[in-house]
Each structure stands twice: as structure tokens, then as C-alpha cells.
């Protein structure tokens, strides 16, 4: 099965810093790689998605890099704020046009002022 | 429009005794999938609907678990014989279609406690 990781349970950085999560996978090689917010007691929200072609993806201060040689992709939030402070997950599926997600256990990020 | 509904919101129910948790997806999502996350824990896959093809049951976790969805609309999972480890918060979650290239829309979850 597919196995995700994602980098530490908990990243702590100040406002203002890059912070910076990893994603890596195992086993199949996914068509497309996804990243999710998730605030406490809420579901989680799509942020972005990045086909395997695309080197990188970027929306206002987020950024996604998809490494499919290291097998891994990055997350980065650029000028962060306390706001930033959720926990992120990435998603991914098995390289086949259906079928479900696979999600990482997130990383929680805390941005302090 | 509307997003993915969820309901109860809360439930609380003593062991042994049937929950049933009831999904609204987004109209025109034929994709629908549940999952389970316990206090502090990442998302656990329970198990996804794909328009009219068999679901893919494959996250379910006992056969006490089952879950029906009714063509493109309504699901509902039930919970037989809850048990104390059955406590988490479920989430339901909706897509144009499955697959890595749909964004999946979630719902704001069922809380569920077991006493």
C-alpha cells in the first residue's frame, strides 16, 4: 500500500519565516500530489494540487515542489503569520485516473509572533 | 452554493447500542468517501463511492462498520454495537469524480462519543 510521511508532527517558526513541511512517499509513483488545511475541529480544505509533470505549483505566498525522483514533495509559506498556524496535509493517489486519496498524518504548524 | 453536510453534528451513545451518520454531498459530486479521525490523529480511510461502481470498502475497519449511498446523493454510515474505541470525530467528503486530480470537499464531521 502506499505509505506517505510527513516531516515532524509539530514545526514552530516565527512570523515572518518560510516554513517549509515535507511529504514523502513510498511504492506507487501518484499522477497528482494534493495539500490540505486543516484547523482544529474542522475538515480539512484543498490549498493545492501538483501533477507529476509540474516541477512546481505556486499560489500568493504558498509554493509546492514535486520531486517524483526523491519521491517527495515540499510546502512552503513564504512571509508566514500566526493565521498560517493549522495543521497541513498532503494527498496523493496511486497514479490511476480513479481511486481514492492517500493522505500523511500532517504536520502541525505553529507560526508565533 | 452549499458545501458538504454533515449530521448530527454530535452524538453521544452508550456501547452496544447502533449509530447511523448521515452525509450530504455537494450536488453533482458522483465521489463520495468517509473517514475517521481519532483525538489528535491523521485521517483514516473507511471507505469510498464512485458513481454506480461497488464501493471500495477496503478501510472499513470491522463488519460492524457499513455504509450506503443512495445513486448520487445521500450516504449514510452506521455503526452496529458501538464500542469506546469507535469515539472520533467522522468526516465526509465529496468530489466531481475519484481520482488524485478532484479536490475533495469535506464536511465539518459527526463527533462521536461512545460511554
Known amino acids: 500500500s502506499q505509505k506517505i510521511e510527513q516531516n515532524s508532527e509539530a514545526l514552530n517558526i516565527q512570523e515572518g519565516k518560510t516554513a517549509t513541511l515535507t511529504c514523502n512517499y513510498t511504492n506507487y509513483s501518484p499522477a497528482y500530489l494534493q495539500w490540505y488545511r486543516q484547523d482544529p475541529g474542522r475538515g480539512p480544505v484543498f490549498l493545492l494540487l501538483i501533477r507529476e509533470n509540474e516541477k512546481e505549483k505556486r499560489k500568493e505566498r504558498l509554493k509546492v515542489t514535486f520531486d517524483t525522483t526523491l519521491k517527495q514533495s515540499l510546502f512552503h509559506i513564504t512571509a508566514s503569520q500566526p493565521a498560517d498556524s493549522a495543521t497541513y496535509l498532503c494527498?496523493?493517489?496511486?497514479?490511476?485516473?480513479?481511486?481514492?486519496?492517500?493522505f500523511g498524518r500532517g504536520t502541525q504548524l505553529t507560526v508565533w509572533p | 452554493g452549499a458545501g458538504v453536510s454533515q449530521s448530527p453534528s454530535n452524538k453521544v451513545t452508550e456501547k452496544g447500542k447502533d449509530v447511523e451518520l448521515r452525509c450530504d454531498p455537494i450536488s453533482g459530486h458522483t465521489a463520495l468517501y468517509w473517514y475517521r479521525q481519532r483525538l489528535g490523529q491523521g485521517l483514516e480511510f473507511l471507505i469510498y463511492?464512485?458513481?454506480?461502481?461497488?464501493?471500495?470498502k477496503s478501510g472499513l475497519p470491522s463488519d460492524r462498520f457499513s455504509a450506503e449511498r443512495t445513486g448520487e446523493s445521500v450516504s449514510t454510515l452506521t455503526i452496529q454495537r458501538t464500542q469506546q474505541e469507535d469515539s472520533a470525530v467522522y468526516l465526509c467528503?465529496?468530489?466531481?469524480?475519484?481520482?488524485?486530480?478532484?479536490?475533495?470537499?469535506f464536511g465539518p464531521g459527526t463527533r462521536l462519543t461512545v460511554l
Open positions: 467528503a465529496s468530489s466531481l469524480a475519484s481520482g488524485g486530480l478532484n479536490e475533495q470537499f
Open positions: 494527498a496523493l493517489d496511486r497514479g490511476s485516473t480513479l481511486g481514492r486519496l492517500y
Open positions: 463511492f464512485q458513481g454506480n461502481s461497488a464501493p471500495d
